[in-house]
């Protein structure tokens, strides 16, 4: 996008990451996480590939990951097409997870390649949106961090030049109503409030927290502009319990940090904690009541 300072390039995509891995390793090994017992580092179904010399993907790290790429290569060396561990994840090994999993390792052909390329394109597609408005320096440095996390960033700014200033990759956008964007955003989205106007951060806001879908609604500033929004939004109709969802100011820890680098990194961890919340709200309430315990008639 811009080649002034502070302008860069990110990581490419998963799906593209995926893409280039399978390019340039025709004899890869899908190495999944069939069966988990216990306490594991990741997930069922989780999975990594293994090539002659590179990898893509984890399935936890540590002494496991270790074994299961030694294995994968000496299949690869062998000419083997498909095999499977059982892995105590206890003193055995160095680790001290307490769990147990089956690992398959089978290589990667066509059919398979083309399965991995449709799952991990859903996955991101799937991913929550977070929307941040002001590429300003603590927007620059959000939008950075969040860049490398499990969501589809959008950076909104009515400034094209500060938008210039954003690495390569990221997704920047100058608009000239900042606030008609968050009408149109997915179900959802979560919304960080950054700009470089009071007023505008206010009529954001205001949009923003008549999304009752919103995950995360946040906004640079301080305890005085905090109370000056609220005398605001009451005037404005608004009431007290959707002025509850407001995080202003964002990145509560950080006791006081003003370095934008610090107000980011904090941020970030906030947003992302609010989002896996209602990811664990909405997993809650499509359980059926039948996998329910009954006890008693």
Request: charged letters at 20%.
């Amino acid at each position: 996008m811009s080649d002034q300072p502070g302008a860069g390039c990110l990581p490419m995509t998963r799906s593209a990451a995926l893409t280039a891995f399978l390019a340039a390793n025709p004899d890869a090994i899908v190495c999944e996480l069939t069966s988990v017992r216990g306490s594991s580092p990741r997930a069922q179904g989780t999975f990594m590939l293994v090539g002659a010399k590179a990898t893509f993907g984890t399935i936890g790290g540590g002494a496991l990951e270790y074994m299961v790429i030694e294995h994968a290569r000496r299949l690869i060396a062998s000419g083997r097409a498909e095999d499977a561990m059982d892995v105590p994840l206890g003193p055995e090994i160095g680790q001290c997870c307490g769990g147990r999993v089956v690992v398959s390792l089978r290589y990667a052909d066509a059919a398979s390649r083309e399965r991995l390329a449709a799952r991990v394109a859903a996955e991101q597609a799937a991913l929550p949106h977070v929307y941040v408005f002001g590429a300003g320096h603590v927007g620059r440095a959000l939008a950075q961090m969040l860049a490398l996390l499990p969501v589809r960033l959008q950076v909104i700014d009515t400034r094209r030049d500060e938008l210039d200033l954003l690495p390569e990759g990221i997704a920047a956008h100058a608009v000239a109503m900042p606030e008609a964007v968050v009408r149109s955003a997915p179900q959802g989205s979560s919304y960080v409030i950054l700009t470089h106007d009071h007023a505008l951060d206010f009529l954001i806001a205001q949009e923003a927290l008549g999304r009752t879908d919103a995950p995360y609604i946040g906004m640079v500033g301080s305890r005085t502009k905090r109370a000056r929004f609220a005398s605001w939004f009451k005037s404005e109709g608004g009431d007290d319990h959707a002025l509850e969802r407001l995080v202003l100011p964002i990145g509560r820890q950080g006791l006081g940090d003003k370095r934008p680098e610090v107000i980011a990194a904090l941020a970030a961890a906030e947003i992302m904690v609010h989002i896996g919340q209602r990811e664990a709200e909405i997993a809650r309430a499509r359980t059926p009541a039948s996998l329910g315990v009954v006890i008693g008639r």
